[in-house]
Every structure is written in C-alpha cells, then in structure tokens.
C-alpha cells in the first residue's frame, strides 16, 4: 500500500494526538529488564485503539499479530521500549525551541510512538496483509546494554523459522544499519590476598592486579581484517585508603562486525586471565551479554529490504541515510540469516545522555517513514 494522499491527511489531522503521545510515554520509567509499566500502558492504549489479539510475552515484548495464520510468512516490526538510565521514577520532560528533551526521548520513544501510529491506523482500518502473510508489530523489551536484546531474542525464538523480514525502528533517520556489531561483554572479578597497607606492604592487590590486567588488555593486537573494538567501561574495589585490596572488579567488551574477531578476542581475554592466574590471583569471569554476527544472510533479499528503507527515507525525510554497521535488535536476525534493517524516524542528539533531544518538526517526516515502511506490507 502506498501513501496516499488519504493516508497523508490521516497522519495531518493526528499529529497533534501523537506528539502528546510521545510526551506521556517518554516519562514512563522504563530500564532494561524492567519495561513492565510502560508495557502495560502500550498494551492499553492500543487495546483502546481497536488492535485485537494485543498480548505481553515473557520477555516483556507487547506484540500485536496481524494475520499471524498457522503458517503465514511474517514481517516484523519493532521499536524497543528500553531506556539506558535506570531511573523508576518519572523521567524528567522539557519542551523549549522546537525540542522535545528527556532521557530516552529519541532513543527509542519517538520511534516507538511512529510504530504505534501505524498500528492505530491498521487497527482501524482493519487493514490485512497480502494473502499469505502476516505481520508482527512489536514495542519490544532489552534492546539496550545489559538488556542482551531480550526482547529480538524472544520474538525471533517464538516465530524465527517464519520471519522473512525484519525492521527496527531505532536511531536518527539520517543512520541506518543494515549489518550487525557484535559483541561480548563480561564481568571479571579479580581477588588477592590484601591486607594492612603498612603491615602487609608487599601483599598482592587485587586493584594493582585489576589495572594490570587493564594495561594487559590494552596491548592486545586488534585483528586487522573489519573493525575491532574494546572496552573497559566500569571499574571497582577496595575497602579503605589504608587496606591491600582484597577484590577488584571491571565490566569489559570487546565488539566487531566480524565473527572471527569475536572468537580472537576472546583467546586473547583468556590468555591475559590465565596471566593472572598464574600471578596467584583468583580470577571470575561471567559472560554479562553476547550481541552475535550477522550469518548467511540472503544478500539480494537484505539489498531490497535495505533500499525499500532507505528511499522511504529518502522521500519523507530528504536525506540519503547512511549505511552502517552497528550492535541494534536486528543482530538477532541477521545471526539467523534473516534480512534485517534498522532505521530511525526522527533527528535529534544527545542520544543516551540525560539531555537527549528530538527535533518536533521531524516527526512529521519519521512518522510517513514508518506509514510507508509498515504499509508497504499491506
Ligand atoms: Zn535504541
């Protein structure tokens, strides 16, 4: 279906009712693993506006199926509910000079509200999808940090094998994300024997140990082939001033867009542990989340899904994205081989800072991105 000038007066008269949307959702609390209340509002609102068969999963996704079928091929779309901060209060609003600013007020609520918008006007209009298909729309849980993309996770083990198509709404429209970052990201504790800073002078310390061990990662080659990051984000431990520390700890990630690389990084973590171990330190290493490769992805299918988006982009928004690789929802399907792309519907900044901001008169243009991205299926 394509955006008719009907379809264009219908987003005209409700863009009003959208932007105070975006407002109420945007001081719903939502950290990763904990979306239950602005899932229970999303779930509400669209029960109130005619969607039939909207339900909340186990992973806190709030899905609402379209001629599902027993067999359809199913497109899905979805924009993550999440938040970086981990505030349970109401986030923190202000509008001043054509923005729109709070935490997570782009990232990814103003997509969220382009999805919900969509699902209104399918809702409706009883619109159904071409014979044969079926269509999940999906305001989805965990898609930031430690959330390990829960959410993508669920709804691709729940209905993988029938996905042809996949869609994230996430992100700025001026960047789209058509391969997948992966990632590992770790918590490692390191323990030492401590002690009395005067009498034990000498003792091992885990927090000497930990910055070794920091200094040791730092100097790891990066391969040469794709991009290769890391990180050493958080550090913590010790007890006092005058103590040996007896544990020490960091949070760690390494990232690329190549598997292989993943696999190197990793012996190379194992072997600076190993260092360690060897020193006499007690070393703990827990895998905090795992952002997989994209793998045996259907290179005409993911072309033709990615120029679909990117001239919807293009059309509404003037702009000619641009194509990057990236850690997204869409990493779950692009590890199953199924196409994925993930794009935004709105220009702001200061994305996961507590001043993140969205330029109101671009939602004009992001919510006909989704309407054409969304419909096209119908
Ligand atoms: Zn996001």
Redo the contacts with the bound molecule.
């Keep these: 279906m394509k955006i008719t000038a009907e379809i264009e007066g219908y987003i005209a008269s409700r863009e009003g009712e959208f932007l105070e949307l975006l407002k109420t959702l945007a001081k719903i609390p939502a950290p990763s693993n904990h979306e239950e209340k602005r899932a229970a509002f999303i779930k509400d609102w669209l029960r109130k506006n005619g969607a039939q068969g909207v339900y909340i999963d186990g992973a806190l996704n709030v899905v609402y199926p379209v001629n599902l079928g027993a067999e359809n091929r199913l497109r899905v779309f979805m924009a993550?509910t999440d938040v970086v901060f981990p505030d349970t209060e109401e986030l923190p609003l202000r509008v001043s000079g054509g923005k729109i600013f709070a935490p997570g007020v782009g990232?990814?609520t103003a997509n969220l509200v382009a999805l919900l918008f969509a699902a209104k006007f399918i809702a409706e209009k009883g619109l159904t999808p071409a014979e044969g298909r079926g269509v999940l729309l999906v305001a989805n849980s965990g898609?930031?940090g430690l959330g390990n993309l829960r959410g993508a996770r669920k709804i691709c083990g729940d209905f993988g094998g029938r996905i042809d198509e996949f869609v994230s709404f996430?992100?700025v429209y001026s960047h789209m994300t058509c391969s997948a970052v992966g990632s590992r990201r770790f918590k490692i504790t390191l323990r030492a024997e401590g002690g009395h800073s005067w009498g034990n002078f000498g003792n091992k310390s885990a927090v000497l140990e930990l910055a070794e061990l920091i200094v040791s990662l730092r100097d790891i080659k990066l391969p040469r082939k794709g991009k290769t990051t890391w990180n050493c984000g958080v550090i913590s431990g010790g007890a006092s001033v005058n103590t040996i520390a007896q544990s020490a700890e960091m949070l760690y990630e390494f990232r690329s867009d190549r598997g292989e690389n993943l696999l190197l990084m990793q012996e190379r973590l194992e072997d600076a542990l190993d260092a360690c171990r060897d020193r006499g330190v007690r070393v703990d290493c827990v895998l905090a989340g795992e952002r997989p490769c994209a793998s045996g992805v259907d290179s005409l299918g993911q072309r033709r899904l990615t120029e679909r988006c990117r001239g919807a982009v293009r059309d509404w928004a003037g702009v000619d994205a641009q194509l990057e690789a990236a850690s997204t929802d869409s990493n779950v399907p692009l590890s199953l081989g199924i196409p994925a792309v993930t794009l935004g519907c709105y220009a702001g900044g200061g994305a996961h800072t507590r001043e993140e901001w969205v330029d109101t008169e671009s939602l004009k243009a992001g919510y006909r991105i989704a309407f054409d991205v969304i419909l096209d299926s119908f």
Excluded: A, F, I, M
Aim: aromatic content about 0%; hydrophobic content about 0%; glycine content about 14%.
């Design positions: 993550h990232d990814d898609e930031e996430d992100g």
